[in-house]
Every structure is written in structure tokens, then in C-alpha cells.
């Protein structure tokens, strides 16, 4: 069986240089977040805010928490001192409680903002339509305790290949419109996460700059 140590280790060599690998270590216990720590990997997803506050002061200092679930408002505070990414950020509501609780506690607060493009109504994130409104007319001006970074998506989970590289495309060109219309001149405007553990090579291909992988690297979560 392979460990998580070759896990990660197979997965790096094939990434490109500049993609960075964010292991998904949701239900899994922090021996194993351990192990993957110990070999080399600094970048960890949760998506539940209660598992990443319990989780983040039981292991080293050195790792890069990053948010990848839905967020509500009322639990912003809490994550506000372990988190050092939210990826998931879809709404402008959850936008300004994150700079408020961000100045609150006097630091700065990388974001991405999620973008729907599955086919799955179930999934969160802004309508393309939506969040180019929001950023014509100034909605996300003024925040000044969080960084923009780029966009956050998920495919639609099928089989159909084609399906799935079309919407990382359409990541990748709403992203690039994003940034010419509104974020040219900021370097910080720079990241594109999408691609899981069934998907990531093809988003890759259309422009990833991280990947979130969870079962690849741990194997099958026990849900309880
Ligand atoms: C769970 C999860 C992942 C990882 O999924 P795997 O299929 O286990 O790689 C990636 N992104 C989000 C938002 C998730 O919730």
C-alpha cells in the first residue's frame, strides 16, 4: 500500500512548476496530517471551520491553513487566527464580515472568490453575471484587511471529461477578464484553484495554480 508520504511525492512530480498542492485534510485525524507534514507538505484544506480550529494548534506553526468549505458568517471569527487563506468566498456578505474580523484583530486575510460553474445547483459559489456586477459597481472596493487573490472553483462531478475541461476553461477566461478589467496592476491577483482528486490534471492544463487533493492523498474519509 502506499503511504501518504508517496502520495504526495507522486502527485508533486507531476504538478508544473508554479501549481502548488493543497492537501484536503478534512475527516482525517491529525496523526495523518502528520505524516504528510513530515513529508513536506505545508498546505492544508479543511472545509469545516470547527475541524481546522481544533486541528491548527495540535500541529506545527509552519502550515498554511486554507478554508475550501462553505463559510458562514457567524464562524468568521472564530477561524479569523488559524486561517491564511478562505477559498471560499461566495457571497459579498462574507466578504465584509471577513474584513471586518480581519481588522479586528489587526492582520490581513488572503481570499479567493468561488465561482459556480457546475452543473450541480447544490454547489456554492457567485454566478459568473453576479460577481462581475458586484465588481463593476464597487462592492468589493474598500476592504482593506483582505487580499484578493484570485478565483476558487468546482467542476461538475461526471465522467464526461470534455464537461469538466470546458468549465475549467471558462475558470480560467472568467479569470483572465477578471484580472484585465479590475485587478490589472495588482500582482496579488494571481491564483486559480480548482481541480480534486479525480480532476486535477485537467485543470492543471486550463491554468491552476492550486490544487486541492483529498483522497488521493489520504485515501477514502471516514465519514461519521
Ligand atoms: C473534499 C474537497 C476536495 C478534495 O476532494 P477529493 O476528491 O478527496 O480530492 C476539494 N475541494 C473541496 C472544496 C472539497 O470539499
Not at 35 to 62: C, T, W
Not at 70 to 86: A, E, F, G, S
Amino acid at each position: 500500500m502506499n503511504t501518504i508520504a508517496d502520495n504526495i511525492k507522486a502527485i508533486e512530480n507531476q504538478l508544473s512548476q508554479g501549481v502548488r498542492l493543497v492537501a484536503v485534510s478534512k475527516f482525517h485525524p491529525v496523526e495523518m496530517v502528520r505524516q504528510a507534514y513530515d513529508a513536506g507538505q505545508r498546505i492544508f484544506g479543511e472545509n469545516h471551520v470547527q475541524e481546522l480550529v481544533a486541528k491548527a494548534p495540535q500541529l506545527p506553526d509552519d502550515i498554511q491553513w486554507h478554508m475550501i468549505g462553505h463559510l458562514q458568517t457567524n464562524k468568521v471569527r472564530m477561524l479569523m487566527p488559524h486561517v491564511d487563506m478562505i477559498q471560499s468566498v461566495d457571497s459579498i456578505k462574507l466578504l465584509r464580515t471577513i474584513e471586518k474580523e480581519a481588522a479586528r484583530i489587526d492582520r490581513t486575510v488572503d481570499v479567493l472568490l468561488q465561482l459556480h460553474v457546475a452543473r450541480e445547483e447544490t454547489k456554492t459559489g457567485f454566478a459568473t453575471g453576479e460577481l462581475l456586477s458586484a465588481l463593476s459597481v464597487g462592492e468589493l472596493d474598500n476592504i482593506p484587511h483582505v487580499r484578493v487573490r484570485g478565483l476558487m472553483a468546482m467542476a461538475t462531478n461526471t465522467d464526461d471529461q470534455q464537461q469538466i475541461e470546458r468549465e475549467f476553461q471558462l475558470v480560467n477566461d472568467t479569470f483572465r477578464l477578471i484580472k484585465d478589467e479590475f485587478y490589472a496592476g495588482h500582482d496579488e491577483f494571481d491564483q486559480i484553484s480548482m481541480g480534486m482528486s479525480d480532476d486535477w490534471p485537467l485543470a492543471v492544463k486550463h491554468g491552476a495554480t492550486l490544487v486541492r487533493v483529498g483522497s488521493a492523498i489520504f485515501g477514502p474519509r471516514q465519514y461519521k
